[in-house]
């Protein structure tokens, strides 16, 4: 097992049809939020990209035409710079949308698992996939390994709950709320400004462990 999941990738995919320990609407809403995210993370990796391609361009270009009388061609490259500013914003709304939810639905069913408990209700699935509020998400990511993944321990458990503090410390931070007063009741995606997703990788990487590791791990009877 990798020592440090949020600077990894999953090691396998996950193989939902043999995840037997939980319900069919489970495996369905994991299945369909897990692969949104996979496209999500590819398409915010390209957007950045593209974002990254268009400013080196604009600036080469300012720099020769500085002084000019003509400037049509700096002109076009500023206003797609706007364009693809707006497609990453839109892509990271997307992105962190999903992936928190997906953060939220496999550990609740990690939970499920290790308490015996009854399955989900469509209507909870239907809540668990949708964009958590902040407050949720640091709930879920409250809950310790110890809980979540009996029988584990040692190296395993020490480096989840590494990971997993970190996690929670992150998303105690998000949108500049203050955690003291228990402010955290709020969308991100409403509430941030510029900046305030910060990195997405290791959100990304955190469901993955979460759904290809410890669920296809122990979703299987």
């Not at 009996?150 to 203050?178: I, V």
Request: aromatic fraction near 6%.
């Amino acid at each position: 097992m990798n020592s440090d999941f949020l600077g990894g990738t999953v090691t396998s995919i996950p193989q939902f049809a043999e995840l037997d320990r939980l319900t069919s609407d489970e495996v369905e809403a994991l299945r369909d939020l897990f692969c949104a995210c996979a496209d999500l993370r590819h398409e915010l990796r390209s957007a950045d990209a593209l974002g990254h391609r268009v400013d080196q361009a604009l600036n080469n270009t300012e720099r020769y035409t500085e002084g000019q009388r003509f400037t049509r061609h700096a002109g076009a490259l500023l206003a797609l710079e706007q364009v693809t500013v707006d497609y990453q914003i839109a892509v990271e709304n997307l992105a962190w949308q999903h992936v928190s939810a997906c953060v939220v639905l496999a550990t609740a069913l990690l939970d499920r698992l290790a308490t015996k408990a009854p399955g989900l209700s469509a209507e909870d699935l239907e809540q668990l996939t949708a964009e958590p509020w902040v407050s949720t998400l640091c709930a879920a990511l409250s809950l310790p390994g110890e809980r979540l993944l009996p029988g584990c321990s040692g190296g395993p458990l020490d480096y989840f709950e590494h990971d997993r503090k970190k996690m929670l410390a992150h998303a105690q931070s998000l949108g500049g709320r203050n955690v003291a007063d228990g402010d955290l009741d709020f969308l991100l995606t409403e509430a941030k400004t510029g900046g305030s997703f910060g990195d997405m990788e290791p959100w990304f990487a955190w469901a993955d462990h979460l759904v290809g590791q410890e669920i296809s791990h122990r979703g299987q009877s």
